[in-house]
Each structure stands twice: as C-alpha cells, then as structure tokens.
C-alpha cells in the first residue's frame, strides 16, 4: 500500500475494523489513479487532529519537502476546538463526517456531510453469516472490555465481536457480514453503529466499558440531525430504537455530494 495513505494501526498485524475499511474501499470503490497527488490522504476516522498533521509536515520535511500535505475525505474530527492556521492550510477537506466537524473547521456549509463508511452498501453486497445470524451482536471499542453480567441483564440469544481484525478487505467483508446478518447491534465501537446503520441492521450506542471520543458520536449523528443516548442493556437500547427510528432521519442524508469529491474515480461511475 501506498505510504501516502494513513489509517490507525495500520502498520500492525492485527487492525481496527472501522480504520480497515481504507483497505475496503482500495478494493472495491476506487478506481484508477489519485485525483490529488502529493497529499496524505485519509479516507476513514477520526484523523483530523493536531498530532496527525505534525506528523504529515515531520515526514514531508524529512523527505526535503518544505510541508506536508493531507487530504480529508468523509473523517473527522475528536473535538470542537479549531486547528492551528498553519496546520489548516495544509488540509483539503473533501467533505466530513459531521457538522460539529464542519464548524469547527470553518468550512463552508455546503461541505458534503457523512462518514465515508456510510457507502458501504454501494460497493460490497453481505454475506450471510449464520454464526450472528438472529442474534444480539455486541461489540466493544478495541480498548474496551467485553460486556458484562449488567450489560448482559435480560439480552437473548448475542454473540460478541472485538473489532480487532487482520488489516485486510476480505477482514473487514467478513466483519460487515456479522454486521448485516444480526438481529440488532450495541456499539460501543461507533464504525458498529456507522455500519449497521449503512445496512439496516438496528443498532444502538452502548455505553460499555468506557465511551471513545463523545464528540465524534455526536458528530456522525449530527450529519443527519439527530443526537443518540448511550444505553447498558439491550432492552432499554431497543426500547430506543423504536422510538427514535435512527435509520428515518438516516434515510433524509444525501450522500451523492461526497460521492461526487471522491479523491480517486468511482467504480461503477
């Protein structure tokens, strides 16, 4: 892979399910060369940060370049704080994830919104899977401990899932299966949700053992107009889902814009 793409963990065996889906959209969704060369590009997550860029500028002067270049598409931000003017100015947003992202950037409104794995269901049709297939799949953050007695109060037939996967597509087509085939999804890792949303799975944000980042949750939501609670069990996150029908106001986001910024050509198009 090319080492002008970034994704987390990528550089270990063992990946992050939602941070993999680079590789996914490598495979499936782009085609032909790079529409923006000499950026570090970042298709997935919530890469948007101060760190990050200082290590683009880092390795662009270390390799006698006067700063580094990175290129945003459908990521995110982990706070509502601006970036540095100088960091800034090293960015192209091709569209981002939410509009609490949006806003602290400053970006124009007509930004296009929504987490690039929400086109999941444009390029990679399910696969049964029958191990999950009915049941109750819970998957916890990678950092996060797997559900407990509590969490597990009054919950039927689950299977729980770690998100800790090879860094590979076919990893990452096997993960979205169990994605798909369940009967419901509690998230306590937001690409879970981000997924099951994309296919129609209901799902829930689980509070677990600890919540990743609170902003970037409510910044995926807020592409769509909606704030989710967080819930323990699977009886009060289902209770939830019928009344706030997340996949309704999902139903109303427009994803064409960011289709249509795609920093590489469209398969299919």
């Known amino acids: ?14 990946g992050n399910f939602g941070d993999a889906l680079t590789l996914l959209f490598l495979k499936r969704l782009f085609i032909g060369d790079r529409l923006y060369p000499g950026h570090v590009q970042h298709l997935v997550g919530s890469v948007i940060t101060v760190n990050r860029l200082e290590i683009v500028r880092r390795d662009a002067q270390a390799a006698g370049l ?31 994830r939410g509009t609490l992202s949006r806003d602290a950037l400053g970006l ?24 999950a297939s009915g049941k109750i799949l819970w998957i916890p953050h ?24 090879p860094n590979s597509a076919e990893a990452c087509e096997a993960f979205i299966d169990g994605i798909a085939s369940a009967r419901f999804v509690m998230a306590n890792a937001m690409h879970a949700a981000i997924v099951a949303l994309a296919y129609g799975t209901p799902f829930a944000f689980w509070s677990g053992s600890g919540i990743n980042v609170p902003f970037k949750w409510q910044d995926f939501t807020s592409a769509f107009g909606l704030t ?25 986001l427009d994803l064409e814009p960011l289709l249509k910024v795609a920093p590489y050509g469209i398969s299919g198009r």
């Open 228 to 252: 989710l609670d967080f819930h323990r069990t699977y009886g009060e996150a289902a209770a939830a889902y019928d009344r706030t029908r997340p996949d309704r106001a999902f139903a109303n």
């Open 108 to 131: 124009p409104r007509d930004t296009p919104l929504g987490d690039s794995a929400l086109l999941l269901p444009r390029v990679y049709q399910p696969r049964h899977n029958a191990q």
């Open 66 to 96: 006067p700063e580094g270049r990175a290129l945003f598409w459908g990521c995110g931000k982990k706070d509502g704080e601006r970036l540095p003017p100088d960091l800034q100015r090293q960015c192209r947003f091709l569209g981002i």
């Open 142 to 165: 990678v950092h996060h401990e797997d559900p407990g007695e509590q969490d597990l109060d009054g919950c039927p037939d689950y299977l729980v899932r770690r998100p800790s996967i």
């Open 1 to 14: 892979m090319s080492e002008d793409i970034f994704f987390w963990r990528q550089d270990k065996a063992l």
